[in-house]
């Protein structure tokens, strides 16, 4: 927490936090050899229980009920094939959904079923689990139909390692680990059909070719993507590849692979993805991490690195309350937080707050059988979930909100008043991963409820990530808590960004400065726009000041605020917010420089379908202020306030 002024100036070019640095944690410090020499053999290599014994031993009988109950409901499962017409209904609608559903299911209910027999070992669940194996086997592609790329439909002599095949390898490499020399009993075929298509799809791209990949680029920064993948390749290298030689070659490049996402941070560790990714992200990194230590006896250890330290750390300083979380660009404002792994990471760490941020979550919104049917991705991450429990439910925690960040990186602040408002804000630019147009906005909570929001994403389809995204409108910059200037919103791309940034974090206030004309269309003839975000600590009141200079006055000037409140505006410089509590909350402005409407953006449609249901039902809806008069010049504040 900050007891004295710290005052932060940025360049006028804002892209250092989108350079690769080339720091090469893991390469530098590991060597080949020294792999060699502390890689655990298979053979000896143990990460999870194998006998009915040791899971007893391990985990409760709660949560071994809770599992064999669990995989007791897809003995009747049906292993649906992957059809031509699935897989290319997203290049003819461009709905992913359908496809998804079949893949990802096939695959929970593999899981299921191999943990339910590995903990009871009666044989009943055999016959199903070699089906799904089998069945999966059988599937042209492990991925998902929108990775593909141009021909929608998978290449046999070119296989494309993306999310959710490497997220297959691993489940099929934790099944074979799970059942052994039961599959030999069954057929031999079956495991070395195992290995097979593992290794054709993801072994020899990985050694071969996986410099092609975007996630791999040593010279762009990459995304979750890059340790998402990398936690589910080295968990098949280590279960399945029997040769201890290339065992540890490719074990090594895992690691010298991860070291692209860490150079693709910035000095504060923060994720331009959000926190919702950040549970892909940075959760992931860990997750690798995990697995090289354990899998070296601790040699291979990175945990007091002063990035991995920042990067575990961000995801408190952007917690707001409950689930929510601050959520710029595509993240979503509430998440799942995986409890049992921040546990694990906290202790990694040596980070208190971290830790007790675990035991919190675990508490608050976990209980065991609850953790068991919450698997849809990250196996082995799920697996040392269900072997964590015993430590977490048997420890005291404390967990702390921050009171305030600043994460220089991604331009992000936030601040926390004593009674109850909390608000978030950056700078930053439009051509972050999961960009949305968002240069300069800002968000408020109260009491844990949202007033002020940034809506967060739609439903992801081919449009999405198309040339056509920035045509949907929770991407767009007119549907933040922004301005359109001349009829103009902001462009995407790393050179519409903020400039001349100042971040003031004060015992009495939290103040973000930033110049956002470069951020806005040059049609919008903005020369100067300059907006300040304060939270007054004291009077619990947040201030969004601006002041411009225009080239031309086309059209009036135009302000933006989005909330999911109940919206009043009967009295004339003054909209009452009603939350879903019946608290109320004012948007304070000057009636005789605004007039006020408010309208819902579109919720029909598979892009916006989501947004029924995405703020607990409550509707997305836009306050827009327009000028009364057009000037070239100006300055106004907006403030919202509890009284």
């Known amino acids: 927490m900050f007891k004295f002024i710290s005052v932060f100036i940025l360049s006028l070019t804002i892209v250092a936090h989108a350079q690769v640095v080339q720091r090469n944690i893991l390469a530098k410090h590991y060597s080949i050899e020294q792999i060699q020499q502390t890689l655990i053999k298979k053979s000896a290599y143990h990460p999870y229980p194998l006998t009915v014994s040791e899971w007893n031993t391990m985990v409760s009988d709660t949560i071994i009920n809770a599992v064999i109950k669990g995989g007791e409901s897809y003995l009747n499962f049906k292993f649906e094939p992957i059809s031509l017409s699935l897989a290319m209904e997203y290049k003819r609608t461009g709905d992913r959904s359908k496809y998804e559903a079949v893949q990802f299911k096939k695959r929970k209910a593999l899981l299921a079923m191999a943990l339910a027999e590995s903990m009871e070992n009666k044989g009943r669940f055999m016959e199903q689990i070699a089906n799904g194996v089998w069945s999966i086997c059988e599937e042209s592609f492990w991925g998902v139909s929108a990775h593909i790329g141009s021909t929608f439909l998978p290449d046999p002599e070119n296989p494309v390692v993306d999310l959710f095949s490497a997220e297959t390898a691993a489940i099929l490499a934790i099944t074979d680990y799970l059942m052994g020399n039961k599959f030999d009993t069954m057929n031999v075929q079956i495991r070395r059909r195992i290995y097979y298509e593992t290794n054709r799809r993801i072994f020899e791209p990985m ?70 990714y950040w549970f892909a992200a940075g959760a992931s990194t860990f997750d690798c991490l995990e697995t090289f230590e354990k899998a070296t006896n601790h040699q291979v250890n990175i945990f007091k690195d002063t990035l991995i330290q920042k990067m575990g750390a961000y995801i408190y300083k952007v917690h707001i309350d409950g689930k929510y979380f601050v959520n710029f660009a595509d993240a979503d404002p509430t998440v799942n937080i995986d409890g049992l792994m921040l546990y694990r990471f906290g202790n990694a760490l040596k980070d208190s707050n971290m830790i007790g941020m675990g035991q919190w979550a675990f508490q608050n919104y976990e209980t065991p059988s609850k953790s068991l049917l919450s698997f849809g991705f990250f196996a082995p991450r799920f697996l040392k979930n269900i072997l964590t429990i015993k430590n977490i439910n048997n420890t005291k925690f404390s967990y702390s909100y921050q009171k305030e960040a600043w994460l220089k990186d991604v331009q992000v602040m936030t601040a926390r008043s004593s009674n109850g408002f909390f608000m978030a804000t950056h700078g930053g630019h439009n051509g972050e991963s999961h960009n949305h147009n968002d240069v300069g906005d800002f968000i408020l909570y109260a009491k844990g409820e949202p007033i002020i929001i940034d809506a967060g994403r739609g439903n992801y389809t081919a449009r999405t990530f198309s040339s056509h995204r920035y045509e949907l409108w929770f991407t767009q910059s007119q549907y933040h808590n922004l301005p359109v200037i001349n009829g103009y919103g902001q462009l995407a791309g790393t050179k519409y960004a903020a400039k001349n940034l100042s971040a003031v974090i004060k015992q009495k206030e939290a103040t973000l400065k930033s110049d956002l004309t470069d951020a806005y269309d040059i049609k919008s003839k903005v020369s100067k726009w300059e907006r300040e975000v304060k939270l007054d600590r004291v009077k619990n009141q947040l201030n969004i000041s601006e002041s411009y200079l225009l ?43 605004w007039s006020v409407i408010s309208d819902y953006p579109s919720t029909d449609g598979a892009e916006y379908s989501s947004f029924k249901t995405k703020w607990s039902g409550n509707q997305v809806q836009r306050i827009q202020f327009t000028k009364k008069e057009m000037n070239v010049k100006g300055n106004h504040v907006f403030s919202i306030t509890d009284q």
């Open 207 to 276: 050694l071969h070719s996986s410099d092609n990949y975007f996630w791999m680029s040593r010279v762009n920064p990459v995304n979750n993507w890059n340790p998402w993948i990398v936690s589910n390749w080295v968990e098949a290298i280590l279960l399945l590849e029997n040769n201890e030689e290339r065992r540890a070659q490719m074990f090594h490049k895992s690691m010298t692979a991860l070291d692209a996402y860490l150079n693709s941070l910035g000095e504060d560790g923060g994720c331009d993805e959000g926190p919702s």
């Open 551 to 593: 080239k031309e006055a086309i059209s009036p000037v135009q302000e933006n605020f989005i909330t999911v409140c109940k919206v009043d505006l009967s009295q004339l410089g003054k909209i009452k917010l009603t939350t879903s509590t019946n608290q109320l909350y004012y948007i304070n402005y000057d009636a005789k420089q």
